[in-house]
């Protein structure tokens, strides 16, 4: 049974920073790209990061570059999203997903097999 289980959300001001964890029990951890989507309320889920199997490459959306750092420990079967410098519009429920890595690097939804059930993240302006 394949479970991620995302934690590390809550409530912050505008310009300050939440780091999100996801611990998978995946059995080869490291055979997975992993990546974090989040959905705002009337919103689309959108693509936010995600980093290959032994995180050397990572791809960020564009208006998270700069302030997000996705990164993994795979001795820990775990993935993390720091983010600073937090705005309004960050605001969102944050999903952490898996799929097999197969070299190139996946950013829709619908690329992703496994899924966590999301943890909040809410920005105050």
């Known amino acids: 049974q394949v479970q991620l289980i995302e934690s590390g959300g809550g409530s912050v001001e505008a310009g300050g920073s939440l780091r999100l964890s996801c611990a998978a029990t995946?059995?080869?951890?490291?055979?997975?790209?992993m990546a974090w989507f989040r959905q705002a309320p009337g919103k689309e889920r959108e693509f936010v990061a995600s980093v290959n199997w032994n995180g050397g490459r990572t791809d960020y959306r564009d208006s998270v570059k700069g302030r997000f750092t996705i990164s993994r420990d795979n001795a820990k079967n775990a993935a993390y999203l720091q983010m600073n410098s937090l705005k309004s519009e960050d605001t969102a429920v944050y999903y952490c997903?898996?799929?097999?890595?197969?070299?190139?690097?996946?950013?829709?939804?619908?690329?992703?097999?496994?899924w966590g059930q999301g943890t909040q993240v809410t920005v105050s302006s």
């Open positions: 995946l059995r080869t951890f490291s055979s997975y790209e």
């Open positions: 997903a898996a799929r097999i890595d197969i070299a190139t690097m996946g950013d829709t939804r619908h690329e992703y097999n496994y």
